[in-house]
Structure formats: structure tokens, C-alpha cells
């Protein structure tokens, strides 16, 4: 059997909280930000939880986080 790999590129982006959710970074924050409203750019500020549908993709890519 080989052994199990964590994605590289996930491990870079989300990290598991105490309680089980996963914290992702936001998306469309990082260029072309002149044409995005100001109160866009506001909420797009911070951190969020991955949604529960998606959890399943993330496990397979974290196989030791514990998920």
C-alpha cells in the first residue's frame, strides 16, 4: 500500500478549528480590486467556514487532520 499524501496545495489554504469546521481565506479579494465596490472589498474581509457540502472533498485532501 503507498502511503497517504496530504494535498500540498490544501494544506497551504485551509486550516481545521478546534471544533471540527475547516477556515478557508476568501475569494476575489487578491486583483483587479479598482472595479469592486468598497462595501464588496469590506466583505470580503476575514475568514469563513468551509460549507458542510464541501467537507467531504477536504477530508481527502487532509487524510490526518482529523476530520
Not at 502511503?3 to 478557508?24: I, Q
Amino acid at each position: 500500500m503507498p502511503k497517504m499524501k496530504t494535498k500540498s496545495g490544501a494544506k497551504k489554504r485551509f486550516r481545521v478549528r478546534p471544533g471540527g469546521t475547516v477556515k478557508r481565506g476568501q475569494a476575489f479579494k487578491r486583483h483587479i480590486l479598482t472595479k469592486k465596490s468598497t462595501k464588496n472589498k469590506r466583505h470580503l474581509r476575514g475568514a469563513t467556514a468551509v460549507h458542510e457540502t464541501d467537507m467531504g472533498s477536504i477530508t481527502k485532501m487532509l487524510p490526518f487532520a482529523g476530520l
